[in-house]
Structures are given as C-alpha cells and as structure tokens.
C-alpha cells in the first residue's frame, strides 16, 4: 500500500490525509440527519483543521496508492500541494468560523444548516483535488468543489442569486466537458493515470486549448471571468471568501498540474503568449471595468480576476522558461498564498460591515486600520506578502526571452498602480456604504483579526519549494514599489471622490455576460453604453425571435414524424419496402 | 446430469414455479403471494452467484439438446451470460420489492406477478442462451410475456399503447426470425463463439451477410430503442413504474442491447464485422441514436417521457461501444449494460415514489419535492450525476471507458458525441434536481398519501436506496475486484482476447 516506511508515525499521517477530505464529507451528511444536526453544525468549521495540520505535519513526500478508490486512486502531498492546503485550509476553517456567527447574527439559523451542507461538501472536494496524486481523483474532487459551490452561491435565494447561478453552473458544466476531453487526450498520450507522468508529456495544440479554457473558468480567467462578479457580490460573506480565496485557485493548481512547466524548448511558443497575454489582458480590463462599479464585493470580485490574471501570466513565463520548474511553481504558489488569505480577509471584512445586528453601531476605527492591511499586502506594500510575490515573479522574469521581458518590465509596475487603484476605490466604496448602513462588530471579528494576522505573517515564515528572497528589501526595490502604489492610490482617491467629473458609464456587473443575457428573457442589463445595447438587441433580435421558431418547426417536424411512426401501417409498409429493397439488393448482387 | 446442469435448471425454475403457482393463487393470498415472489428472486439470485463464482474458477455449464432435428437447444453460461444474468436477477429482486409495495391494494396482482415471474425466467433465457436460435426462441417469448405487464391497467389510452408495443415487437421479431433462418440454412449451427463463427464465409457470402446484419440489427434494435425503432418505448410509459423499471432496466431494452452484443461479438466477430464495413453506419446510428433521444427528452415535461427517451440515447452507449471495437471501446459499452440498468432503475424508482406517494407525474409539479422526499430525490439526484457522467458515478465509468475507446481506435470525433450527451444530459436532468431542490412547494400536492414512520412505503423506499447506492458503489468501488468493470475486463481479457 505505501512506499515510505511502516513506521507509527507515517500510518498516522496517512489516517490524518485521509481525513482531510474525509472528516468534511462525513460532516456534511451528519448535518443532514436531524438528531445530529446541532453537535454537528458546531463541529462543522473546525472539520478545516485536519488540513492545515497535515499540511504543517507532514514533512516527508507522501505518496500512496488506494487501489479500490475509482479505478485506482492515489494520495499525496508534495511540496506545493501542501502549501495550497495550508493556505486552503486556513481561508476555509476561518470563514467557516466567522460563518457561524455571521449567519447566526442574519437570523438565518434556520438554514445555516443548509450553507454548511454545501460548504462541507465544496471543502472536501477542495481538499481532495489537493491531495489527489492521480487524473480522475483530480476530476473527481474538482467537480464535487464545482457542484457543490452552487449551493453556496444561491444560499440567499434572491433573484440575482439564482441568475449568478444558473450562469455559474453552466459554466461548470462546460468547464467539465472540457477537461473530460482533455483527460481522455492526456491518458491515451501519456497511459498513464499518474499526475507526476501526465504533467511530463507533452500535449497536443488541442489538449492544451482544452486544459486553458477547463481550468481557466475555474480561475476566472478572460473570456470566462464573468461568473465571478455576478457570484460573488450575492453569495454570503465567508462563502464569498473561499470562492475568491481558495476555489478559483484549484484552477491554478490544476495549470500547475497538467501543463508542462518549465519545458520551454519543447513547447510552440505561442501556448506561452496565449497565457501571459490573456493574463495581462484580465488584469488590466478587470481593474477598468473594476473602478465603474458600484457594489464593492463586485469591485473585490473584479480585483480577483485581476490578480488571477497576474498569475495567469506567471503560469505563461513557466511555459516560456526553458528549466526552472521550481521557480515558476514557487512563484505561482507564494502569489496563491498571499492573494488568497489577503482577499479572504477583504471579503470577510466586507461582509462585516453589510451586516446588520439588532444594536446599530458604526465599524469602529480599529476595523477601517485592519482592512486597510490587506488592502495594501495586495498592491504590494514592501513587507507584505504582496512585495514578496511580485518579487518571485520579477525573477522569473529575468529568464523570460528578452523581448516578452521588456514588455512585462513595463507593464508589471503599471498593474500593481492598476491594482492599488483597485483597492483604493474599494476602500472609498466601503467606507461610504458604511456610512449609510450601521453595523455591529460582534465575536466573528476576531476570526477576522487572526485572517489578517495569517495574510500578513504567513507569506513570511512559510518555507517553500524555492528560495525566494525574503531578507529586507533594498531602497531601490522598496521605491520601485512604492511608486506605483503612491501613484495608483492617488488616482484611486481622485476617482472615488468624485474629484472630477464622472462619465456615465456603468458597465454592468459581469461585463461581457450582457452579450449572453438575451438568451434568457428575465434580466437585461442596465447597460448606458450605446454600442452594447444596440449589439444586444440584434442578438435579442437574432437569437430569441428566429432561433427558438426555427427550432420549434424542427420540432414539430419531428413530432409529426413520430406520429406517423406510431401507426401500424406506417410502420408496416416501412417493413415491406425494407424487406423488398434488401431483396431486391439480394437478386441483383447474385 | 451433473450438478452445472441443474443449477441451470434451478435458475429457470426458481422463477418459472412461483409464476406458475401464482397464477393459480386468489386475489386475497397477499403473503403467500409475496413470500413465492421474494423466496423465488432470492434463489434465483444465490444460484446466479454461485454460477458467477464457478465460471470465475473456470467451470463450464451448458445443456444441449435437439429441440426438433436439426434445431438445437443450448444453454451455456459464458462470462458475458454471467453479467447480463447477475444484472438481471439482482435487479428483478429489488423490482419484486418495489413491484409489491407499489401495487399493493390494486387489483389482478396474481396475474401480474405470474406474468412478472414468466418475464424474468424469458430474460434468464436470453442471458444464457447459447446459440442465436435460442435466444431467438427465448427473444419472441419475451415480447409475449411482457405484453400483459404493459397493458396491465387495462384502460383505452393503455390498451392503445400496449398495440403499439406489440406492433413494433412483433414486426421486429419477424424480421430477427426471417434472418435467423436465413443464416442458418447459409452457415449452419448458429453456435456462439467468441471470434464469431462467420469469418470462413466473409469472402463467399458478401453480400447476404451484410443483408442478414441489416435484418438481425432492425430485429434487435427495436427492443434496444434505436433510432428508427424506438416509438413504442416512451408509448409503454403509461406501465405502471415497476414495469417501466423492468423494460427498460431488466428486460426488454437490456435484451436488445444484449443481442447486438451477441451478434456482433459472438456471430459475426469484431474482425469480420470491421472488414464487411457493418461497424460504422452501426456506430452512426448509435450516435445518432444518443443525440436525437437527449434532445427529444429536452422537451418532455412528464417525468416517465423524459426518462424514457433518456433510455432511447443511454442504451445506445452500448451499441456505441460494440460498434467501435477495440478493447476500451468494448469495455465501456459492456459495462454500460450493467451501469444503465442501475442508474435507469433508480429513476423509475424514484418516479414510481412520486406518483405513489404524491400523485406527482410531471416535472413542473416536482417543485419542493425534496423537502417531502429527500431520500427519493436524494437517490434521484444520485442517479441523474450517473445519467451525465460525474464521477464518481457508475455512468462516468462507462464514459471514460467508451472515450479512452474511441480515442485508440483514432476515432476522435466520438469525443465531441459524448461531451454533446454530457451537456444534454446536464440540461434535461439538472433543471429537475434545480426543481426538487431548491424551488419552494407551491399548494398542495395532487394526492398525497402519508405513510408514517419513513417518507413513503418501505417497499418501495428500500429497492430506490439499495439501487442509488449501488450506482455509486460500482463507480467509486470501480477499481476492485468486485465491481461490473473488473467484471467486463475479465470478459475481454479472456473470451476476447484482447
């Protein structure tokens, strides 16, 4: 069964790894059968635990098969599987923890049963495709993540809620049709089930179409982005918290997975430049439609596909680097580890303030300081974690060909502006819906205060597969990252002001989704610019009056067709002509 | 006789005596009648294993003898009878629980239990039979036995669709009959043999054997639903659920499936069948099969329909797997007989509850039916994840098989086939677990009927666990020695060679 030794300690940590998974799902289907339900509920949070301690006990390279799991199963822990359970499980145990008070304060009690049902069961499958060490293991947990998200993301039930998740599950569906198609091309390539083989073969141009787009809706990369902002601002706070935090990286792991990283010379150059240009492209256009909305967990959301997409782009340099395995992963790790702990604590504290208690207070001065910290960790403070996740990602750079360098060089220091621009807007919006609403601080901040203190200190002490520079940074670094930050905030402090005149416009959240939203009838976008209603209303046009009139004579067609199939003289004389053509056939032939 | 050719013999009484007893038993000998029934599927069920494990150690059963001269009789149990027939019994039995608790107050139950009991000793029949003019034999009987369970109710519109059945049926086992003999007097004894028994006459008899395919195949495939052929399927849904349950799960569709099997690997053989170019206008059909039953589902609002054209496209992942030979290939579509008649019985199942316990039968009245009946629609739920294929279900075995198939036989465009069907699936069955799940009860329900302690009768919540469940086991469990696909690797492994 194992390949390590049969000591003790060993067979109890691969009862600790089982349980990882394990313990969530077991929970969830106590909380399903009344008697349990309360003891559970309370347990339900804390189930998170078992893998932020395997991730800090498990030391060694854990690798088991579990044969009659699935055609085969295998478990394990490497080195970057182990730091996205660490982060993973802390963003999952702690907003699992605020959730508890969180909903219990909304008076949604009731229910709260439900949202833990769901949210144990998109922890397990979080954590599964973690410690999966195989492609259908992978596949397994990663759709039971995806499946399972939906009940998170409809927990309130609202008109908008159910339209983010009919969009939401539709992108799943896709999203998992593309990487089966994806998995029958690797296997059959490689003929192996093993992730450490499939991530070795080289893939076909459409293996690799495949495996960006299937993980890419995970990771809300463009032009599959648009689920995050319609999902994020109607899902509950902490629920809101893993599907920025931790979710929509299990699409990342999964690039870190199946894609040949640091094999440069053997890959057409253009899989490279697909990612870092779409990733540039996300992290630009998201912080532009970012600054034109109004709700700030769809601001947080759009600052999301930001983020992702500067990992995106790092994922790309790891397709442009010839070597260098380590470095590429190292770099997408710490940036996983800083940006999902830091919006986790952003979305917490959003959530924070939204929420209403019977007494009525403002949020006191303490909560603004504490939510400026991630605020400023993302836009790459010197000392956060952002600083040092630019920094990884700068030395990967070095290694790029020159002239993608240069670009990147150039464009890197203008999307950490973009990014402090971002959040700087975020802030404004924040304070000032704060301002309208009241709000109790109740004993869920703390959870928020220990979010904040992990995505301050964790990216610090954290060892990871890389050395990455971690001593105190030199004036010229702290200037160069300073600057667009000072300059990013300033603009941000001027456009949420109001400083100058406004424009108009207003995109509605979840942009291009506009485009789609003619093929259902209930919602139509509030859309000021010209072009986009005029394009959807010749869609609307197009799609909704032809496409359903053609279909429905198609059907009807073969509707009558069937009809005519049921009469027995139909069906009959068909018989009598088959048989005679056949013989005839016969006779001719002979 | 040795003790393999009785337990044969066994396997076909242990239903075909209780059948027989119950016709003669009085509308009110409720226990008895169901004792006979249990008692008899349980038999049935242990003989069935106990055959299993002896073919697995390498033992032969097989009875032979001249029905008339000329016309010889053969039962033998093969690996692949083994599968079909622990299919069939292990399913009969949970149906025979459901069937019980479903009918339970309704008049002319002997008759339907006898019917029910002469239906599955037919079905065990084609299982074993070992040469094509029996299972021709047993193929005609079936129609004829389960004619009465599909008119059962006896009303018009039942009676209306029960003729269609019989139409279609009849006019398809005429043309099976035509070309069986046809065959016969061409080749002689229609022995099944793993390479096919025809490759000798490939070169001589060109032409009448792709004819005699043409006739086998239409015979066949209008038990097996496929595309021409399956207008009496979604006619038969006005059976009551446990008979939809059987025809569609057990019996009818499962005996047509099963005879393409037979014809293509066990008659023609893979290579003959490749080399008369028969395999890819099967494979076109059986394609076209799947997409055109998942769209006609798409506009179904009553559940039976929807399920019933959900079978028509399901089913035909068999025939998609036998068509495009290869080991994967076949794999996936052999173990989709046993998977589809898993996650198939647990929809109906979960229908029949609905109806019964409810008096729900349309989709659009199933809002809220989760808070009512969660473990009927959890066990719903967990069979629609198979019907799409998500792992860890049963159906994501046989589509992982049916692509890794289709991609070594550098037939790629099947890919884009299977993931069109995922998304049909996905958008005809996800909106009714949307429905029972999340939407709110809106009035009461049509008739609803309380039945105390458990949701519904136990009877019929117990098959419909015991099923979900073992969708789910053969998946998740699919890697050990026990499931249907270690199963179906022995078969190809050994009787295939492949």
């Known amino acids: 069964m194992m390949q390590a030794h049969h000591v003790w300690g060993d067979q109890l940590l691969i009862v600790l790894l089982s349980m990882v998974p394990g313990l969530p799902l077991v929970m969830a289907f106590c909380l399903l059968y009344s008697p349990l339900r309360r003891f559970s509920l309370k347990l339900a949070p804390w189930t998170a635990l078992t893998a932020v301690l395997a991730s800090l006990l498990i030391h060694s390279e854990i690798n088991l098969e579990v044969s009659w799991f699935f055609m085969g199963g295998r478990m394990g822990l490497d080195t970057t599987g182990r730091t996205f359970l660490l982060f993973t499980g802390l963003i999952w145990l702690i907003s699992g923890l605020f959730g508890k008070e969180y909903l219990d304060g909304k008076g949604a009690n009731s229910t709260s049963h439900n949202f833990y049902f769901f949210y144990l069961i998109a922890m397990c499958g979080n954590f599964g495709l973690i410690i999966a060490q195989e492609i259908l293991g992978f596949y397994l947990f990663f759709g039971l993540m995806s499946f399972a998200a939906y009940g998170l993301i409809v927990h309130n039930k609202s008109d908008e809620a159910w339209r983010a998740g009919r969009i939401y599950i539709i992108l799943v569906m896709i999203s998992e049709v593309l990487l089966i198609s994806a998995l029958f091309l690797l296997v059959s390539k490689s003929e192996s089930m093993q992730l450490s083989d499939v991530g070795k073969v080289i893939p076909s141009n459409i293996t690799f179409l495949l495996i960006f787009l299937g993980f890419g809706i995970k990771a809300g990369a463009l032009p599959f982005h648009f689920w995050l902002p319609l999902a994020h601002p109607v899902a509950p706070a902490p629920a809101s918290a893993v599907l920025s935090g931790a979710m929509i990286k299990a699409g990342l792991l999964g690039w870190l997975r199946f894609l040949p990283l640091g094999q440069a010379s053997l890959l057409p150059e253009w899989w490279g430049y697909l990612f870092v240009i779409m990733g540039m492209l996300a992290a630009f256009y998201a912080v532009f439609v970012g600054i034109l909305q109004e709700n700030p967990k769809t601001i947080l959301a759009y600052s999301s596909i930001s983020q992702m997409g500067l990992m995106t782009t790092i994922v790309g340099c790891g397709l442009l680097v010839p070597g260098n395995r380590s470095l590429v992963v190292g770099a997408v790790t710490i940036y996983a580890l800083q940006h999902g702990l830091a919006k986790a604590a952003l979305f917490l504290g959003t959530g924070m303030v939204y929420h209403v208690r019977g007494r009525c207070h403002k949020p006191s001065w303490w909560f603004w300081m504490g939510l400026t910290i991630p605020c400023l960790a993302l836009s790459g403070l010197p000392l956060t974690g952002g600083f040092l996740a630019k920094q990884g990602f700068k030395e990967l750079v070095y290694f790029v060909p020159p002239v993608t360098a240069q670009w990147l060089s150039i464009l890197l220091p203008l999307a950490a502006g973009g990014t402090a621009l971002l959040l700087c807007y975020f802030y404004l919006k924040i304070k000032l819906l704060a301002e309208e609403q009241c709000d109790a601080v109740g004993f869920y901040g703390l959870w928020w205060i220990v979010m904040l203190l992990m995505a301050l200190g964790l990216p610090w002490i954290w060892p990871l597969e890389t050395v990455i520079d971690r001593s105190l940074p030199t004036m010229g670094e702290v200037a160069g990252a300073l600057g667009p930050l000072f300059i990013g905030v300033l603009i941000g402090l001027f456009w949420g002001l109001r400083l100058w005149k406004r424009t108009r416009y207003n995109i509605p959240a979840g942009d291009i989704v506009v485009l789609f939203s003619c093929f259902n009838g209930q919602w139509h976008g509030k859309s000021s610019l010209l072009f986009i209603s005029k394009f959807q209303n010749l869609l609307k046009v197009g799609v909704k009056r032809y496409l359903p009139l053609s279909i429905e004579k198609i059907y009807m067609a073969v509707k009558h067709f069937e009809n005519l199939m049921k009469r027995w003289t139909v069906v009959g004389s068909c018989y009598a002509v088959l048989l005679c053509i056949l013989l005839l056939m016969l006779t001719y032939f002979q | ?498």
């Open chain 2, 1 to 498: 006789m040795s003790w393999e050719q009785w337990v044969i013999v066994f396997i076909f009484l242990s239903s075909l005596v209780p059948g027989m007893v119950i016709f003669t038993l009085p509308e009110s000998a409720h226990r008895l009648r169901t004792f006979l029934n249990l008692s008899g599927a349980i038999l049935k069920l242990i003989l069935v294993v106990t055959m299993v494990v002896n073919i697995y150690q390498g033992r032969e059963f097989e009875i032979a003898f001249a029905l008339l001269p000329d016309v010889e009789f053969v039962l033998r149990a093969d690996a692949l009878s083994a599968l079909f027939a622990t299919l069939s019994s292990t399913l009969w039995l949970v149906t025979t629980v459901f069937a019980v608790g479903y009918l339970e107050g309704s008049p002319n139950r002997s008759q339907f239990f006898g019917y029910f009991s002469l239906c599955i000793t037919v079905t065990i029949g084609i299982a074993l039979a070992g040469n094509l003019l029996t299972f021709l034999v047993f193929f005609e009987l079936l129609t004829l036995t389960t004619y009465p369970l599909v008119v059962h109710r006896g009303t018009s519109q039942v009676m209306d669709a029960g003729r269609i059945y019989l139409i279609y049926a009849l006019t398809g086992g005429a043309i099976f009959l035509v070309a069986v003999i046809w065959l016969r007097v061409l080749v002689g004894p229609l022995t099944f043999h793993e390479h096919g028994l025809l490759a000798p006459y490939e070169q001589s008899l060109r032409i009448p054997l792709t004819i005699i395919f043409i006739l086998l195949i239409s015979g066949v495939g209008v038990k097996a639903a496929l595309v021409p052929f399956h207008g009496w399927l979604p006619q038969a849904m006005v059976a009551p659920a446990p008979v939809s349950a059987l025809l569609h799960a057990v019996a009818v569709v499962k005996a047509g499936a099963f005879g393409i099997i037979r014809i293509v690997l066990d008659v023609y053989g893979i290579e003959t069948a490749q080399r008369l170019h028969l395999l890819s206008p099967l494979g076109g059909i059986a394609v076209f099969t799947i997409v055109y039953g998942s769209v006609r589902a798409l506009g179904q609002d009553n559940l039976k329909h929807r399920l019933a054209y959900s079978t028509v496209s399901q089913v035909s992942y068999i025939t998609l797997g036998i068509s495009m030979g290869g080991t994967g290939a076949i794999m996936g579509g052999l173990v989709h007989l046993v998977h589809q008649g898993l996650m198939k019985i647990t929809l109906f199942f979960c229908a029949g509850n609905l109806a019964e316990t409810l008096g729900v039968h349309n989709i659009s009245e199933m809002r809220g039916a989760g808070r009512r009946l969660p473990l009927t629609m959890g066990a719903f739920t967990v069979g629609v994840a198979g019907m799409i294929g998500l792992p860890p279900m049963a159906g994501f075995v046989s589509k992982w098989y049916l692509g890794i198939g289709a991609l070594e036989q550098q037939q790629d465009w099947i890919i884009v086939v299977l993931v069109c069907s995922t998304l049909l699936n996905a958008a005809y069955f996800l909106p009714i677990v949307y429905t029972v799940w999340f939407e709110k009860q809106q009035g009461l329900w049509p008739d609803e009927r309380d039945f105390g302690r458990w949701e519904t009768h136990w009877m019929l919540l117990l098959p419909t666990l015991t099923t979900a469940l073992l969708v789910l086991l053969t998946g998740l469990l699919a890697g050990s020695s026990l499931s249907p696909l270690a199963w179906v690797k022995l078969i190809v492994r050994t009787e295939y060679g492949l």
